[in-house]
């Protein structure tokens, strides 16, 4: 109907002024969000079953995340670069977890790894 319509033309509107700095908010998001999880399922204070408990360790010992990560970091270097090239200044997004100590997780890894031992 004409409201999707009107949202499709205000995501292309935006697409078009803002391309690379929607794109690098939606980068950050992104591996924020994915350390975020990690952090809440892995979260002491959750009772969980053995398997998930497993599956989670299985999945950070096998570096699995850290190849997610690497990805994500490539992509926001990548966007930087393209803004560089295009001469576009791009704002670092602030990207707030709903549990404000979660903060630094983005640098502590090791903080997720030590829940698992």
Known sequence: GLLHELEVEYAQAKEEF????????YAQRNRSMMLYDLHVVYGTHIKMPVEIR???????????????LEIADAREEELKKQATDEGVQLAEP??????????NLG???DLVKERCS
């Open 107 to 109: 640098n502590n890894l």
């Open 94 to 103: 602030i990207i707030k977890p709903e549990r404000p100590e979660l903060l």
């Open 54 to 68: 497993e599956w989670i360790k299985w999945m950070l010992l096998d570096e699995h995340l850290e190849d997610a």
């Open 18 to 25: 803002y391309p690379l700095q929607l794109q690098y908010v």
